[in-house]
């Protein structure tokens, strides 16, 4: 059995073979990262081709999208137990067939269940490929495992990809006019991916495999049930009329059930899929509500900012394409930002994510005085811009709070527990609730007699829901501002908690001397 890598030299990858130079090892794996992180079931930018082929609903695309995105969350617990079961090799083979199974056969079936088992597939393999890469090349990225380093580059890829791949197939799809192109570019590169790993690679271990067990199938898929019942209420929500159907009333009972069910299995099973001890450190709750945050702040464009577009502006999917490129841009400067304020600057981190809000909060503020019938789209990019900056901020730091607040062991288990948070089922939840509240703003200001058009009250609305997304951030921007202000941490450090004020004036009261009359 071959023996650990060597660390003289270039930085290599064991299980590599002889003839691939070492300082192109590296860079592969990159590559392969960059296409399983590309790859999904049904791409966001091919939803109108869809719906427009098979005479679906947006509801029911978006619902197998959200699929995908649920299935990319739920892996993080069996990653390491997978990795020291098998090789990299076969991790690599495995994960990259599966992919290109399922983004060959989701183009051939109409059946809207179909497609979305074959997309929450899809985004589970696809995570257990990019992790792979990305743990064979950690030491290249950050020799000394420095997370401060090696989380914004990864957020580089993930965040810069995230917004990448709309723009590339809504342009691919434009100069093929047909949504399967995607499908089978990625099905392609997959099988790239599979040919160069099993024609460059070997079967390299360090340790002997152990035993794949203590391994909660069941507990991932009620999880799993969990949050898609929770995804499907506010996306169905709209077209049901929420908890007047039997529909919602169904989904709800199915979720207070399955949710019954996933905290039983939690406390009565040896080896649970999210450990109870997982939840109990002190500062998780808030953690896991900043990213709830980032998701409300971010789930904005995806009504208010298509409405305004479409409705308003009357612009097509391609032509807001180019929003995407912006978006990517941000997140890119906002990583290599946050690189260079941790490990340059040397800056608080609590600082960091006040400049995040802030540059999050910008995007709603400028959008309430850009609604404009007349608006360029030009006038859009810094606005998107300052959103992506925010969100790559919150989402690099965030995920390093996690890391320092818990221990290996549990880690892997928060990162579920912030998919589960940011992986859908907030970003459902908000865009439910901008479309209702979009609609019940249309109703109020046609009931009050405006005299406007359509597309002027619809443009009011928008408008109105900027309003009160802006307050909200601003209201969260001013406890950053108030906590990151050293006279007031100062000042709230000396104040005492209010359970010591209570005994104190409970001792003051029980040792009062009565009162002579």
């Given at each position: 059995?071959?023996?650990?890598?060597?660390?003289?030299?270039?930085?290599?990858?064991?299980?590599?073979?002889?003839?691939?130079?070492?300082?192109?090892?590296?860079?592969?794996?990159?590559?392969?990262?960059?296409?399983?992180?590309m790859?999904?079931?049904?791409?966001?930018?091919?939803?109108?081709?869809?719906m427009?082929?098979?005479?679906?609903?947006?509801e029911?695309?978006?619902?197998?999208?959200?699929?995908?995105?649920?299935?990319?969350?739920?892996?993080?617990?069996?990653?390491?137990?997978?990795?020291?079961?098998?090789?990299?090799?076969?991790?690599?083979?495995?994960?990259?067939?599966?992919?290109?199974?399922?983004?060959?056969?989701?183009?051939?079936?109409?059946?809207?269940?179909?497609?979305?088992?074959?997309?929450?597939?899809?985004?589970f393999?696809?995570?257990?490929?990019?992790?792979?890469?990305m743990?064979?090349?950690?030491?290249?990225?950050?020799?000394?495992?420095?997370?401060t380093?090696?989380?914004?580059?990864?957020?580089?890829?993930?965040?810069?990809?995230?917004?990448?791949?709309?723009?590339?197939?809504?342009?691919?799809?434009?100069?093929?006019?047909?949504?399967?192109?995607?499908?089978?570019?990625?099905?392609?590169?997959?099988?790239?991916?599979?040919?160069?790993?099993?024609?460059?690679?070997?079967?390299?271990?360090?340790?002997?495999?152990?035993?794949?067990?203590?391994i909660?199938?069941?507990?991932?898929?009620l999880?799993?049930?969990?949050?898609?019942?929770?995804?499907?209420?506010?996306?169905?929500?709209?077209?049901?009329?929420?908890?007047?159907?039997?529909?919602m009333?169904?989904?709800?009972?199915?979720?207070?059930?399955?949710?019954?069910?996933?905290?039983?299995?939690?406390?009565?099973?040896?080896?649970?899929y999210?450990?109870?001890?997982?939840?109990?450190?002190?500062?998780?709750?808030?953690?896991?509500?900043?990213?709830?945050?980032?998701?409300?702040?971010?789930s904005?464009?995806?009504?208010?900012?298509?409405?305004?577009?479409?409705?308003?502006?009357?612009?097509?999917?391609?032509?807001?394409?180019?929003?995407?490129?912006?978006?990517?841009?941000?997140?890119?400067?906002?990583?290599?930002?946050?690189?260079?304020?941790?490990?340059?600057?040397?800056?608080?981190?609590?600082?960091?994510?006040?400049?995040?809000?802030?540059?999050?909060?910008?995007?709603?503020?400028?959008?309430?005085?850009?609604?404009?019938?007349?608006?360029?789209?030009?006038?859009?990019?810094?606005?998107?811009?300052?959103?992506?900056?925010?969100?790559?901020?919150?989402?690099?730091?965030?995920?390093?709070?996690?890391?320092?607040l818990?221990?290996?062991?549990?880690f892997?288990?928060?990162?579920?527990?912030?998919?589960?948070?940011?992986?859908?089922?907030?970003?459902?939840?908000c865009?439910?609730?901008y479309?209702?509240?979009?609609?019940?703003?249309?109703?109020?200001?046609?009931?009050?007699?405006?005299?406007?058009?359509?597309?002027?009250?619809?443009?009011?609305?928008?408008?109105?829901l900027?309003?009160?997304?802006?307050?909200?951030?601003?209201?969260?921007l001013?406890?950053f501002?108030?906590?990151?202000?050293?006279?007031?941490?100062?000042?709230?450090?000396?104040?005492?908690?209010?359970?010591?004020?209570?005994?104190?004036m409970?001792?003051?009261?029980?040792?009062?001397?009565?009162?002579?009359?």
């Open positions: 059995m071959p023996g650990p890598p060597m660390l003289q030299g270039p930085f290599r990858i064991p299980s590599f073979n002889g003839y691939i130079p070492r300082r192109l090892q590296p860079w592969i794996y990159l590559l392969f990262a960059f296409i399983f992180l790859s999904g079931g049904i791409y966001g930018g091919a939803m109108s081709q869809v427009g082929e098979y005479s679906l609903m947006r029911d695309v978006l619902m197998i999208v959200m699929f995908n995105v649920v299935g990319v969350a739920m892996p993080f617990p069996f990653l390491f137990k997978m990795k020291f079961r098998f090789t990299n090799r076969q991790l690599l083979l495995n994960a990259a067939l599966v992919v290109a199974t399922c983004n060959f056969l989701i183009m051939w079936t109409d059946s809207v269940p179909v497609m979305c088992i074959l997309a929450y597939i899809a985004g393999f696809k995570l257990c490929g990019t992790f792979e890469c743990s064979a090349i950690q030491l290249w990225m950050t020799s000394k495992r420095d997370f380093i090696f989380f914004p580059l990864l957020y580089c890829i993930v965040l810069g990809n995230m917004f990448l791949s709309p723009w590339i197939t809504e342009h691919l799809i434009y100069i093929y006019q047909d949504w399967r192109i995607i499908n089978w570019t990625m099905t392609g590169a997959l099988l790239l991916v599979a040919f160069i790993v099993y024609v460059t690679t070997h079967d390299f271990r360090f340790m002997k495999p152990l035993p794949f067990i203590s909660d199938y069941l507990g991932c898929i999880w799993s049930a969990w949050m898609l019942e929770f995804i499907f209420f506010f996306n169905y929500g709209e077209h049901y009329n929420w908890l007047d159907s039997k529909m009333q169904m989904d709800v009972l199915l979720f207070i059930i399955t949710g019954y069910f996933c905290i039983q299995r939690m406390f009565h099973i040896r080896h649970p999210i450990e109870p001890g997982a939840w109990k450190y002190k500062r998780l709750i808030p953690l896991l509500i900043l990213f709830a945050f980032v998701e409300f702040m971010g904005t464009p995806k009504v208010l900012q298509t409405a305004f577009t479409g409705g308003v502006l009357h612009f097509g999917t391609f032509t807001t394409n180019v929003l995407n490129f912006v978006e990517w841009v941000g997140a890119i400067v906002g990583c290599l930002f946050c690189l260079f304020w941790c490990k340059v600057l040397h800056q608080k981190y609590t600082r960091l994510l006040t400049i995040g809000v802030a540059a999050m909060v910008c995007y709603p503020v400028m959008m309430y005085f850009l609604i404009d019938p007349g608006l360029p789209i030009e006038a859009l990019y810094l606005p998107t811009f300052l959103r992506s900056f925010g969100n790559a901020i919150f989402f690099c730091m965030l995920t390093i709070y996690l890391e320092e818990m221990p290996f062991q549990h892997f288990m928060g990162l579920t527990m912030a998919g589960i948070i940011r992986n859908g089922p907030i970003s459902a939840m865009s439910g609730l479309s209702f509240g979009l609609r019940y703003q249309m109703a109020d200001n046609m009931s009050r007699g405006l005299p406007y058009d359509a597309t002027q009250l619809l443009m009011i609305s928008i408008r109105q900027y309003g009160i997304t802006c307050l909200i951030g601003i209201a969260v001013l406890i501002l108030l906590w990151d202000i050293q006279p007031v941490r100062s000042t709230l450090k000396k104040m005492p908690a209010w359970n010591f004020v209570g005994r104190k409970k001792k003051k009261i029980m040792h009062r001397p009565t009162e002579i009359k």
